[in-house]
């Protein structure tokens, strides 16, 4: 399985997971490769989950010669995306590739920059829209977010999932890259969510970003910088 336990969070370590990051990260990878280079490490993440996180069950098949048994995956009618905008669009993208079925989530959510990093490592957070289907007792919610770097966003917005209604039975935090300091401050806002991530990086700089890193994912999806 490629999916190791590193203590604070879950890293996915599919060959091709990494490979994309690297891409990813080369300050040389233009906009629509960097676009698209999310998209396909949301869908290799997508695999992952359901080879990690969801069962199977076997069922009866009939194919043109004879019956026989086969298997598939349990729950894809139950999963629910939620997109943090904006830079997380083109990773779900990608995901909705491996969970076709899935329903979808929109929470706009940034930190204000121009308040500058508090003592303790966090950033004022405006929530200016949710948008969230039903969430049942029996989901697996994937919270897509490419960067998590202090924890300020993604503890915000998962305050906001959990304010809904009734707690899902899995509940994941998706990232393409994270930083310690935002995976303990998670670990300890919330810890019933599980934090899956392609790699933990080094630390963040003075204001915040994550080192090596990959840049702002959404000036260099969107071409905004």
Same mark, same amino acid.
Request: aromatic share 4%; net charge negative; hydrophobic share 40%.
């Given at each position: 399985?490629?999916?190791?336990?590193?203590?604070?969070?879950?890293?996915?370590?599919?060959?091709?997971?990494?490979?994309?990051?690297?891409?990813?990260?080369?300050?040389?990878?233009?906009?629509?490769?960097?676009?698209?280079?999310?998209?396909?490490?949301?869908?290799?993440?997508?695999?992952?989950?359901?080879?990690?996180?969801?069962?199977?069950?076997?069922?009866?098949?009939?194919?043109?010669?004879?019956?026989?048994?086969?298997?598939?995956?349990?729950?894809?009618?139950?999963?629910?995306? =939620?997109?943090?905008?904006? +830079? /997380?669009? #083109?990773?779900?993208?990608? %995901?909705?590739?491996?969970? @076709?079925? *899935?329903?979808?989530?929109?929470?706009?959510?940034?930190?204000?920059?121009?308040?500058?990093?508090?003592?303790?490592?966090?950033?004022?957070?405006?929530?200016?829209?949710?948008?969230?289907?039903?969430?049942?007792?029996?989901?697996?919610?994937?919270?897509?977010?490419?960067?998590?770097?202090?924890?300020?966003?993604?503890?915000?917005?998962?305050?906001?999932?959990?304010?809904?209604?009734?707690?899902?039975?899995?509940?994941? =935090?998706?990232?393409?890259? +994270? /930083?310690? #300091?935002?995976?303990?401050? %998670?670990?300890?806002?919330? @810890?019933? *969510?599980?934090?899956?991530?392609?790699?933990?990086?080094?630390?963040?700089?003075?204001?915040?970003?994550?080192?090596?890193?990959?840049?702002?994912?959404?000036?260099?999806?969107?071409?905004?910088?």
């Amino acid at each position: 399985m490629a999916i190791e336990d590193r203590g604070e969070a879950k890293v996915i370590t599919h060959a091709l997971a990494r490979d994309e990051l690297s891409r990813l990260r080369d300050v040389e990878t233009e906009q629509v490769e960097f676009r698209k280079g999310l998209v396909r490490l949301g869908r290799i993440c997508g695999y992952e989950i359901i080879d990690g996180r969801m069962e199977t069950e076997y069922v009866a098949v009939q194919t043109p010669l004879t019956d026989t048994m086969g298997e598939r995956v349990k729950g894809l009618d139950d999963v629910v995306i =939620v997109n943090v905008l904006r +830079a /997380a669009t #083109p990773f779900v993208e990608g %995901l909705l590739k491996a969970f @076709p079925r *899935a329903r979808q989530g929109v929470i706009s959510a940034s930190r204000d920059e121009s308040a500058g990093m508090a003592d303790d490592g966090s950033f004022p957070i405006s929530i200016d829209y949710v948008k969230l289907p039903e969430i049942r007792a029996t989901d697996t919610v994937v919270v897509a977010d490419p960067m998590l770097a202090t924890g300020s966003t993604m503890a915000a917005v998962l305050e906001a999932i959990r304010s809904q209604g009734p707690d899902p039975e899995q509940l994941l =935090v998706l990232s393409a890259v +994270a /930083a310690p #300091p935002g995976l303990v401050r %998670l670990n300890e806002s919330d @810890p019933g *969510a599980e934090l899956l991530t392609v790699a933990i990086d080094d630390e963040l700089d003075d204001d915040g970003y994550i080192v090596p890193g990959l840049g702002d994912a959404g000036d260099r999806a969107f071409r905004t910088d």
